[in-house]
């Protein structure tokens, strides 16, 4: 099953190679879209926060064309601040009205990408006057900020700007202003992946969302929650609760909420054997589009079909959505619509063999997620560019597509690794620093203790001698506890240092530890010895099929065989997601070849439990031994990955379970061999390097 998010967030690529082009999750409406945070009108229940509110009559008319425009927003974001512009004219200064028309005023800057506008706002709101409201104030501006770093794809900082979340609460602010901030910190998380935190957080806008009065908010809590259980793998009560979500939004319909409520429900019921659910969910998702008079929603919805049709093997209907989505993304200045339409279309050209065409515009969509910083997106997109070119035949054209996503999600995941070890390095300076001022008070408590014990002994030297012996006993304890809080503080950060070097889940090393042991197997950066990459085949496919949970534990059960089968002294890296990096000192093609053998086999054989299920398991490994024969090469250990890399996508090529091995090579410098790396496949059939292959045991189940 594609694992979808919500509209203003890029879509990870299908889980199974050939399961189709991309998802986007509708609009989990305004909750999730417009994360305003206004104060809810007259005839909504009351809260606790209005006691603390000032006590200023309301514009009840005003209310009614606000939330109006609320719900429309998303679907009409530049029309929306027209509306909002002209009503801030005859709101108060400070008062609810204007903290509300502020909050959507945000929304539509940041879904329109309008920087200076939304800074303009964002000022107004930081500049808020000293009255009751003020709280409410920070908090908007503060879910403003992370909503549009979310649309910059920096979700670690966008929910860094809701980490104070937990200070506030309805007596200090009103109700709608928690529950938004609650549905956009729990969307994040489940971005992030802490789907355990985005279920507990969506559980609280959900029940903020039902005392809020209003159907189609709690309608919206429901779709969200949905959506974080189906990350979390319970599809059934993301199902139930899809249901509870579209019987609440039919009791307060609006055609943004249906389209919302529609399109979550065809995604979560697209993987059913029984595809009619689905497939009317995509029908009416579409049908509410076009009534929101949305364009850019319409191409949204255009777009989620054509995946639908390519998932369903239907790549001729999938290319017809997606030509109809492209123009109508391009018209609304939609720039996620029009490279989800882009690159469907561009996968349903390659699946009708129209490959060069469909190249073109694959690679269209990548250089525009890239020119949008979004990077794991386009990164995705040429794995699935790889995945459908080597179902086409065009071996040449795959590899250089899997060549292009190494290169990028490296990148990625160096980019990801400096934010979470620069975030472990500022948790290690405040415990450091709080070690450090802990002592600093200890020592001063001795110094005191010195004093005292001086002057005692200066007054009573000749009378009470044996307060010397106690006084000497006293520093000597203080001493000792000074001793051992050194001894604890220094092993404290020792267990740091090596928590911030070993990865969490298999507790093989990182990529950090990787950087420095690399040296003593490498001279001067130039490798010697043999390095392998092993990437387990079809593991988005093990997650779809058994769950996160169980592919958790194929990574661990995979690191315990490679530890059990190589030497203490070997290296084994946990180089990212479901790949594998391991460095040997041994140099001989043979050994290397016996190993990879040994490695396929042991991977493989026996196939992994994960509680009842019996998962089959097998890798592709690409692996070469340095100084390269004949002509002894050897290369920047650096370089030796790009070589192993592109060995281990021939294996996958050429069938998966197996491991290819450079044995040779006509090269007579590094750049010679990289220019042959770069054309690996062709050059093997010229007679330019010579690959040996290793067939990995027969696999007992399948997918």
Known sequence: MSMARPAFARCCAPASPLAGARLRLAPLLLG???????????????????????????????????????????????????????????????????????????????????????????????????????????????????????????????????????????????????????????????????????????????????????????????????????????????????????????????????????????????????????????EAAMNYARQSGGVGVLALALGNTADFHLRLGNPAKALQYAA?????????????????????????????????????????????????????????????????????????????????????????????????????????????????????????????????????????????????????????????????TNLALASSNESLKLQSERDPLTGLANRRFFQTAIRRLADSGRLRGTMFLIDIDHFKRINDQYGHAAGDTVLVEVSRRLRTTLREHDLIVRWGGEEFLIVIGAEEADYAAQLAKRLLEQISSPEIRHGEQVIPVSASIGYASFPLPPHGIDVQWERAIDVVDTLMYIAKAHGRNKAYGLERSEARSEAELLALTERMESAWHEGQVVLASVQGPPLGGSF
């Not at 200023?56 to 029309?79: C, F, G, N, Y």
């Not at 920096?154 to 709608?176: G, I």
């Open 324 to 484: 109809q989505a492209l123009p109508l993304a391009r018209q609304a200045k939609d720039i996620a619509s029009e490279i989800l339409a882009l690159h469907n279309q561009g996968i349903a050209k390659i699946a009708l063999k129209r490959v060069e065409e469909g190249k073109q515009d694959v690679r269209r969509a990548i250089a525009m997620d890239e020119q949008q910083g979004a990077l794991r997106y386009a990164a995705d997109g040429w794995e699935e560019l790889g995945q459908y070119l080597e179902k086409a035949g065009d071996y040449a054209g795959a590899i250089e597509a899997d060549l292009q996503y190494r290169a990028l999600i490296d990148r990625v995941l160096r980019d990801e690794t400096r934010k979470t070890v620069l975030e472990a390095q500022e948790r290690y300076d405040d415990e450091r620093r709080a070690k450090e001022i802990d002592l600093l008070n200890r020592g001063n408590s001795l110094k005191a203790e010195q004093i005292r014990a001086r002057d005692l002994a200066l007054k009573l030297w000749l009378a009470l001698g044996g307060c010397i012996i106690l006084s000497a006993t006293l520093l000597a304890m203080a001493y000792r506890r000074i001793r051992r």
């Open 32 to 282: 999730l879209v417009l994360q305003g945070c206004s104060p809810p009108p007259e005839s909504k229940a009351p809260t606790a926060a209005s006691a603390v509110l000032p006590a200023q009559p309301r514009d009840q008319a005003l209310w009614v064309e606000l939330e109006k425009i609320e719900r429309l927003l998303s679907a009409k974001p530049e029309e929306s601040e027209q509306q909002l512009r002209e009503l801030q004219e005859r709101s108060r200064p400070g008062s609810e009205e204007r903290l509300e028309i502020l909050g959507l005023r945000l929304s539509a800057a940041a879904q329109s990408r309008e920087q200076e506008r939304f800074q303009t706002l964002l000022k107004q709101l930081q500049d808020w006057p000293a009255n009751t409201l003020r709280p409410a104030a920070r908090l908007v501006a503060s879910c403003a900020q992370a909503r549009l770093l979310k649309y910059q794809a920096d979700l670690r900082a966008a929910a860094r700007m809701l980490a104070d979340l937990p200070s506030f609460s309805e007596a200090t602010v009103p109700l709608l202003p928690l529950l938004r901030a609650y549905n956009l910190l729990s969307t994040l998380q489940a971005d992030m992946g802490n789907v355990d935190e985005a279920i507990e957080n969506g559980l609280r806008a959900e029940r903020l969302a039902e005392r809020s009065g209003a159907l189609w908010r709690h309608a919206d809590a429901l779709n969200a929650l949905a959506w974080f259980y189906q990350r979390a793998d319970q599809l059934e009560r993301a199902q139930q609760l899809s249901n509870e979500a579209l019987a609440e939004a039919l009791r307060d319909a609006g055609p943004m909420l249906l389209y919302s409520v529609y399109n979550s429900r065809a995604i979560l019921f697209s993987d059913e054997p029984d595809k009619r659910i689905a497939q009317e969910a995509y």
